[in-house]
């Protein structure tokens, strides 16, 4: 396409009259062209970075930031209303313009909406950011908002909407929202949708396009923007590219319970008050002390009384913001059964602490705590990925903070203020709360929320029990925490020159019965340390399902028992982890290593000599379990069909429900049999890495290998895991219905396996064609087929390949034919790919793969992956970026041709399909007369059958479910009923229609036939339908087991 029209040229030079409001501390830029920001902004001690903070003569506020060392650079703009989309401008009316030119860039974009917030950002490499932000800045000045690219945003809204309509989080949150007062715009829905986005608008003879264009001149101004822009360029030159691009944009200067039917198996309980605003007291933070001391779960807490009881297993405090001007606190509970029997008692239990923290003096010693964690963790604030870093501070920027406080504010509490504390207790009263209740066990659920359909019921307590919460009495067991003895007090790194900084850890013990990696921090110099210790054992999943699940719930019953304990070292930024693996147990912690050695001590005892199950807690911690693994079953198909193909391809891998299975049976008696035996022989992989000596290092191995007390595995014990080779030529499909007969979304993964993942070349060839093909798969699938998908790498234990996965209604024959169709053109991409554009590929993957670590937990979370893999391939970006320079265009075609395209005589393809049960269902056309003949004869008269017939067209329903549905999208938007009356003249409509249609309109049609066997007939030939997964397998071919790339000799020399 060509350029329609290039705005008018911004001018650098600015009036006084432009720049007569200014607020405090801002002085007018040598050149006049901007204003900036005087004083110094306050940063953390560990951040090198150089910040100025300017303000445009629009009144848009800009916040740069030189980082010297960045690998990316990075812009956010956040928009204080709103959304948008990628639509094409005037000056780049090409739509996906914008994201091309970051994909060849190493770089990407995204998006958020909040209540009151729109957020954009990107991340592109860092020589490339003023082109960026040309074409990032012309979203704010001159949207096109192209009649077809708005027709299939609402689509894809639509789709996403549906996606999330299993969803329990979408679901709680827009009842929460639909439930709230309905002349504030808290209670509007809160997603969007074809009826809302598309119906509703047309019903009002409205121009989505020009309402578009309507919303953005009303509300994209530039007084409501905030923007942060990050790279390596000096703040002069970042200055002068903010005022030269965005100059242009315009200056448009009562108690209640609620019982809730999940989709999942969830017990939950949400004690919700409204509370002050925090923003504005940023100084003081009075909200932050009520949330430690009502969020904590050690000795005396609310947690640990309700555990003891047996009525919780998790739970969540704290003030949740809205949007400006409004704010709640809420008390989340995680129920088991009983305490879902208990539910009035665990309410009481709450109020009893807030009681007490009423009735005693407010603590300042507890304060000064929280006051010293939130100081410690500023002073030592880690860097972030630049694009979450930039679009985090641009939305910061929309916050009542004083302008030097943009980067501590929300970190930092610099004043101790107790009447703003009691103030704040006063909103936590028993006459002002709303009490939600989750449990799929709730039957006589006589409401349904409109945009989710999520059953649920409203009723008011009644007086008897809010006087009972008004005259408790409280535990004696309810108190205040103990002093903190986890706050680290020793920050010494011994900090110094390095000019090479080691890349790799080094061997500093080897045994039969361990392998100690370590390298002390040498890039990051923070007072924190990750030690990571893998206790390999055969026992912890390969003999059966059951000893996999025993392993699961000794780990869980061990993570249960350290609670009370963990907590207060959790605060102090201590974190540790236990969880099972494939090969063994990993224990991890990670955090300030000043105190390290004392958790580390006390979770090994835990594990061994001090394990313990504590009277109760086995059946609470295996029925959390059960129900964990029976929420699987629901998760969305997308996850299924990877799931699938795992179990395909991995040489043993359990199923959840052989697991399900398996934990019916497991008893108290067979854990306390089990962890001895899984302790009695191990092999201990281990990595510490960060502020910590060889020395410090191997005493915290010593106390692992003392507490443990193992002996070494035989050799043959360690061989890892395998996966299946598939045959060259062959193309198979396996078929699984999706679980949730509810959910409307089929899925597949397309998997084409291309080699061993050991050849550097085929590696580098590989993350080359993914590199390409992202963001042609990304626009033809998603943006222009409307198939929602995501596409890449799929590495196994040996080998690896490229796949394409969809979530969609339509069914999943027509997604890999859409697939397969994507790949023919995609070789015509290649094919007709200019040189230039080619290397502009390469380049931007090496970048990619030459990116450093932005922290100290992301470098050893990559030594440890080349661990965890057995190959230690710490060299791997080197070697890859080497082949990559060598690749040629013609090279990676004919790969492309031989291996991957689907009519390659060679080609090894296996594809997953997830199934919506939905498509079993027949549906019929609306009969329209008819419904309206039922909806006049109810007497409803306010609605037309013009109107009705505008809204029903092309609709077709399947049950009586999905007309009430309908209807009330429709009703409520048409009548002025209220909700309740539009509820029962609805269900009395439906069954009408319903009874009566099958004499009025006999016409209807089946869409599929079995959802195992969907639409076979086509799909395009030369594939062959795995009828069992075991019988498959056991006639597939099993690549090596991973072993070192290089000797452990070679290993070792790096002492």
């Not at 030097?404 to 103030?423: F, K, M, Q, T, V």
């Not at 306390?672 to 502020?691: A, K």
Request: negative net charge.
């Amino acid at each position: 396409s060509q350029i329609s029209h290039l705005p008018s040229a911004s001018s650098n030079f600015a009036t006084m009259a432009s720049f007569a409001n200014l607020p405090p501390n801002f002085v007018l830029s040598p050149d006049r062209s901007h204003a900036v920001l005087a004083i110094p902004i306050e940063k953390s001690n560990n951040d090198n970075r150089d910040y100025r903070l300017i303000r445009l003569n629009n009144e848009l506020e800009a916040l740069l930031v030189h980082d010297p060392t960045t690998d990316k650079s990075s812009a956010s703009m956040d928009v204080h209303v709103g959304n948008l989309s990628d639509p094409g401008t005037e000056k780049y009316p090409k739509e996906n313009e914008y994201n091309s030119f970051l994909s060849k860039h190493g770089g990407h974009s995204n998006a958020y909406t909040g209540l009151d917030n729109t957020n954009y950002y990107f991340e592109v490499g860092y020589e490339f950011l003023e082109g960026a932000l040309d074409r990032f800045s012309q979203f704010f000045i001159s949207p096109l908002f192209d009649p077809s690219c708005t027709d299939r945003e609402i689509l894809a809204v639509d789709s996403e909407h549906k996606k999330n309509r299993r969803s329990d989080s979408w679901r709680l949150f827009q009842l929460e929202r639909s439930l709230s007062n309905p002349n504030h715009p808290y209670s509007r829905f809160g997603s969007g949708n074809l009826y809302s986005l598309k119906d509703v608008p047309h019903q009002k003879g409205l121009d989505i396009r020009n309402e578009l264009l309507k919303f953005h001149e009303r509300y994209y101004s530039a007084n409501l923007m905030k923007l942060v822009v990050l790279g390596r360029d000096p703040l002069d030159l970042m200055a002068s590219w903010v005022v030269d691009k965005f100059s242009d944009v315009k200056n448009k200067g009562i108690p209640r319970q609620v019982s809730v039917k999940p989709v999942k198996d969830i017990r939950s309980l949400e004690i919700t008050f409204p509370f002050v605003e925090q923003a504005p007291l940023y100084i003081s933070k009075p909200g932050r002390y009520l949330t430690h001391l009502i969020a904590h779960e050690g000795y005396g807490s609310i947690l640990s009384l309700l555990k003891k009881k047996g009525w919780a297993n998790y739970l969540e405090a704290g003030s949740v913001p809205g949007a400006v001007g409004f704010e709640f606190f809420k008390v989340s509970v995680d129920l088991t059964e009983s305490g879902l029997d208990h539910y009035k008692e665990v309410v009481k239990i709450v109020f009893q602490y807030i009681k007490m923290l009423k009735q005693i003096d407010i603590q300042e010693w507890c304060f000064r705590e929280v006051q010293s964690l939130a100081e410690i963790s500023f002073r030592f604030k880690e860097k972030s990925a630049p694009a979450s870093y930039a679009s985090n501070l641009s939305n910061l920027m929309q916050r009542p903070y004083s302008r030097d406080c943009i980067i501590s504010g929300s970190h930092l509490i610099r004043e101790y203020d107790p009447h703003l504390i009691a103030e704040g207790l006063k909103y936590l009263e028993c006459d002002n709360f709303v009490l939600t209740l989750v449990s799929p066990s709730f039957t006589g659920l006589d409401r349904k929320e409109m945009w989710y359909g999520t059953e649920y019921k409203v009723e008011p307590f009644d007086k008897e029990f809010i006087k009972e919460l008004q005259n408790q009495v409280i535990d004696p067991e309810l108190r205040i925490p103990p002093p903190n003895e986890f706050i680290p007090t020793n920050f010494e790194t011994n900090k110094h020159e390095v000019v090479t900084p080691q890349t790799c850890p080094s061997i500093i013990k080897s045994t039969l019965l361990s392998r100690l990696w370590h390298k002390k921090d040498d890039t990051f110099w923070v007072p924190k340390v990750n030690v990571r210790f893998l206790l390999k054992s055969p026992l912890t999943y390969a003999p059966s399902p059951s000893h996999c699940i025993k392993a699961r719930l000794y780990t869980e019953l061990v993570k249960d028992n350290l609670t009370e304990y963990s907590y207060n070292a959790e605060l102090a930024g201590l974190r540790y982890d236990i969880e099972t693996q494939r090969e063994g147990i990993l224990l991890s912690i990670r955090g300030y290593n000043d105190k390290i050695h004392v958790l580390l001590k006390d979770i090994v005892h835990a594990m061994r000599s001090k394990f313990t199950i504590y009277p109760g807690r086995f059946e609470k911690v295996k029925e959390r379990l059960q129900r964990a693994y029976k929420n699987t079953f629901l998760d969305p198909p997308h996850n299924h069909a990877t799931y699938y193909l795992s179990c395909l391809t991995q040489d043993q891998m359990w199923t959840n429900k052989e697991k399900l299975d398996a934990l019916e049976d497991i008893t108290e008696h067979d854990i306390n049999s089990f962890y001895p035996e899984l302790f009695s022989h191990l092999n201990i992989e281990s990595l510490v890495h960060g502020n910590m000596f060889k020395d410090e290092a191997l005493k915290l191995l010593q106390i692992v290998e003392d507490g443990l007390k193992s002996k070494p595995l035989l050799p043959a014990e360690l061989i890892g895991c395998r996966n299946v080779i598939l045959p060259e030529g062959k193309k198979y499909l396996y078929q699984h219905e999706v679980l949730d007969p509810n959910n409307v979304n089929s899925a597949i993964e397309y998997y084409v396996q291309l080699g061993n993942v050991v050849n550097k070349r085929l590696r580098a060839k590989s993350s080359l064609l993914a590199q390409i093909m992202h963001e042609p798969c990304f626009n033809q699938l998603r943006t222009k087929e409307q198939l929602g998908n995501n596409n890449g790498i799929r590495r196994m234990a040996s080998s690896l390949g490229v796949r394409v996965i969809i979530q969609s209604e339509k069914d999943t024959v027509y997604l890999e034919n859409k697939i397969e169709d994507f790949l023919n053109i995609l070789q015509i991409l290649i094919e007709e790919m200019p040189e230039e554009e080619y290397q502009k590929q390469v380049q931007s993957l090496i970048t990619k793969k030459l990116e450093k670590p932005k922290n100290l937990y992301q470098e050893a979370q990559r030594y440890w992956n080349h661990i965890d893999s057995g190959y230690y391939d710490f060299d791997q970006v080197e070697t890859d970026v080497a082949e990559l320079r060598t690749i040629t265009k013609s090279e990676l075609l004919d790969f492309y041709k031989l291996l991957v395209h689907p009519s390659s005589s060679i080609q090894k393809k296996l594809s997953v399909h997830l199934q919506s049960q939905k498509h079993l269902k027949k549906s019929r056309p609306i009969n329209v007369n008819h419904l309206y003949s039922c909806l006049s004869t109810k007497g409803l008269t306010t609605v037309t059958i013009e109107n009705l017939q505008t809204f029903l067209s092309s609709k077709e329903i399947v049950d009586g479910q999905e007309l009430e549905t309908l209807l009330k999208q429709f009703l409520i938007d048409q009548s002025k009923a209220q909700e309740r009356e539009i509820e029962e003249l609805i269900k009395s409509v439906g069954e009408t229609y319903l009874t009566e249609s099958s004499t009025v309109d006999n016409e209807e049609k089946v869409e599929y036939g079995d959802a195992i066997d969907v639409k076979l007939r086509d799909l395009r030939p030369g594939n062959e339908k795995i009828e069992d997964i075991y019988i498959w397998k056991s006639n597939m071919q099993l690549g090596p087991a991973p072993t070192p790339v290089i000797t452990l000799n070679d290993l070792m020399s790096k002492l």
